[in-house]
């Protein structure tokens, strides 16, 4: 059974760091994409980052850059999204999902349409 588990979500304030895991199983994780996206209230799910192991790429929406890391840990199936000087405009339900990697360019990530799995997500609230 294929599953992706977000956990690490919850309340912080401004200015504060969490860190987000995504605990993948039932697939061959080298084969995928990880992406983390996520969703606010009332406002269309987005891409936040996302990893390729096997092309040893990272990308980051431009609202995150500089702020949040992607890193993953291959032997473990998991990624992290390390995300530091968070802001309220933070605040959202976040998601894994894994895409399988047959061919790649860059901007596939962004593509909610092409990812194979889904997480349930985690919520992250960012107090001002």
């Known amino acids: 059974e294929v599953q992706l588990v977000e956990s690490g979500g919850g309340l912080v304030q401004a200015g504060g760091s969490l860190r987000l895991s995504c605990a993948a199983s039932?697939?061959?994780?080298?084969?995928?994409?990880i992406g983390w996206f996520r969703q606010a209230p009332g406002k269309e799910r987005e891409g936040v980052s996302c990893i390729v192991s096997s092309y040893g790429s990272t990308y980051y929406a431009d609202s995150v850059k500089g702020r949040f890391t992607i890193s993953s840990d291959n032997a473990k199936n998991t990624v992290y999204l390390q995300m530091n000087s968070l802001k309220p405009e933070d605040t959202a339900v976040y998601y894994c999902?894994?895409?399988?990697?047959?061919?790649?360019?860059?901007?596939?990530?962004?593509?909610?349409?092409?990812?194979?799995?889904w997480g349930q997500g985690t919520q992250v609230t960012v107090s001002s």
């Open positions: 999902a894994a895409l399988l990697v047959l061919e790649w360019y860059g901007s596939l990530w962004l593509d909610q349409s092409e990812y194979d799995h």
């Open positions: 039932g697939f061959t994780f080298d084969d995928y994409a």
